[in-house]
């Protein structure tokens, strides 16, 4: 169900994540995973207690906007990584920035690194992103090693 192509469909999950944690009803551990998200967010969690209208809306760069489901999307996207330590080195790395920053703010600074490889692979070939390029990124985060952070990610 997670892996549907469908937007509207995937934000119905976030929805229904979070709607399972506020009743107190037992939770699968995806939906787990994303109401500890949306409960580090609450800035989001209005939207998603909103109707249909708010999972149909398109969140742009030129609004000065950012997209709370890109953002809750990427957080999941960094658990995922380092639950399974691909890239290898990224739980080291992770552990490293939350003991330093906190846990929500560690996966901020990765984020950041993560939007930047994914989109360098979207305006590239649009082939495999660049895991040798998203590491050195890491490393330059952490202060581990070289490698540069090219500018925010909004």
Known sequence: ???SNDRSELRKVYREAWRRKQDGLPMEPLHGMLAEIIA?????????????EALARDWTPEQGESNPF???????AI???????RPSG???????LSARLG???AEHRIMECLARMLWEAAQGSG???DEPGY?????????????TIKGPIE
Not at 40 to 52: K, S, T
Not at 79 to 85: A, G, I, L
Not at 90 to 96: G, K, L, S, T
């Open 40 to 52: 580090d967010h609450p800035e989001y969690q209005a939207l998603l207690e909103q109707g249909e």
């Open 135 to 147: 590491l050195a990124c890491l490393r330059a985060v952490t202060g581990s090693g070289k490698g």
């Open 70 to 76: 890109l953002h809750m999307s990427l957080h999941s």
């Open 127 to 129: 082939g495999m992103p």
């Open 90 to 96: 990224i739980a080291a790395i992770h552990r490293q």
């Open 1 to 3: 169900m997670f892996f």
């Open 103 to 105: 846990h929500h703010e």
């Open 79 to 85: 658990r995922e990584q380092v639950s399974v330590d």
